[in-house]
């Protein structure tokens, strides 16, 4: 099973930019996996936010973040990335990176069609004046 660990998170002024990274370990091939970035506000269920295939070839964004966030990874060194701009008050919670092997095509922003196979421990962001 894929091991995640998210880094990045921090405290960034509305309008400000701010870069994730979700490392993976394990004793699984990295390029198996569909990689997903999650954001749980306090009191809520985790919302998908941005979503990247095994070759990277293809992403999806949920509405609220597009044009503002991109995803990407780099499969040599096991990680992906979620660059974030132009950064909202409403952007602000705990952001998980998630792992699953079969990727349907709504699985970042549909949780009917998950089946994530492993959740990282989540880093917090938060977007204040």
């Known amino acids: 099973q894929l091991q995640l660990v998210e880094s990045g998170g921090g405290l960034v002024q509305p309008g400000g930019s701010l870069t994730l990274t979700c490392t993976a370990s394990?004793?699984?091939?990295?390029?198996?996996?569909?990689i997903g970035w999650f954001r749980q506000a306090p009191g809520k269920e985790p919302e998908g936010i941005a979503c990247?295939?095994?070759?990277?070839?293809?992403?999806d964004y949920a509405d609220f973040v597009k044009g503002r966030f991109s995803i990407s990874r780099d499969n040599a060194k096991n990680a992906v990335y979620l660059q974030m701009s132009g950064l909202r008050s409403e952007d602000t919670g705990v952001y998980y990176c998630a792992a699953e092997r079969i990727g349907h095509p709504r699985w970042c922003t549909d949780p009917r069609r998950r089946n994530i196979d492993s959740w990282g421990q989540g880093t917090q962001v938060t977007v204040s004046s």
């Open positions: 394990g004793f699984t091939l990295f390029t198996n996996y569909f």
């Open positions: 990247i295939n095994d070759s990277g070839g293809r992403t």
